[in-house]
């Protein structure tokens, strides 16, 4: 089974602050992604990634940032959390175009 | 506008009853679509591929109407599991970037 994992399930953050949150899948997949998703809303891309060190801005990348140094960990960057970035945060991995796997999500709150 | 819009609901149903989800999309260039299940608290997992002709998978059966942008997705004989919010996916981009677009879900919800 494919599996993606998330650094935390809760995380709970200071204005300003730096936040990383991890995810790392074991399926060798070359394609990976950040969403986040609200009510109303749905899930919104903020960042993808198709190989090692490559990264393409989402829909919605602004304050965030990412980093792909090794194919199977991407992580996302909130240079510096802001109250509206309380959210859920869902990571994909994919190796076609037919099946994107989730991790749990993170479910962030920044006050 | 949205690019894949879809009716909020909720719906309530009876177990045993049919239900059915509709979506729009507005990328006529879409190639591929997708109905995903997201369970409360929990990740979306992917349901069924839609294909062309209309496809089907046990109680499942998605349709797809390329003319008119809009894709749906039947539940025959609903059970209590099938609780849930339902996402509609459309494909975008090519290659490498090629991304999914997801909707806004359906919620259902199974009386007993």
Known sequence: DVKVTQSSRYLVKRTGEKVFLECVQDMDHENMFWYRQDPGLGLRLIYFSYDVKMKEKGDIPEGYSVSREKKERFSLILESASTNQTSMYLCASRATVYEQYFGPGTRLTVT | ?112
């Open chain 2, 1 to 112: 506008r949205k690019e894949v819009e879809q009716d909020p609901g909720p719906f309530n149903v009876p177990e045993g009853a049919t239900v059915a989800f509709n979506c729009t999309y507005s990328n006529s260039a879409s190639q591929s679509f997708f109905w995903y299940r997201q369970d409360c608290r929990k990740e979306p997992k992917l349901l069924m591929s839609v294909y062309s002709s209309g496809n089907e998978d046990g109680r499942f059966t998605a349709q797809l109407n390329r003319a008119s942008q809009y894709i749906s997705l039947l539940i025959r004989d609903s059970k209590l599991s099938d609780s849930a919010t339902y996402l509609c996916v459309v494909n975008r981009g090519r290659g490498s970037a090629r991304q999914l677009t997801f909707g806004s879900g359906t919620q259902l919800t199974v009386l007993p």
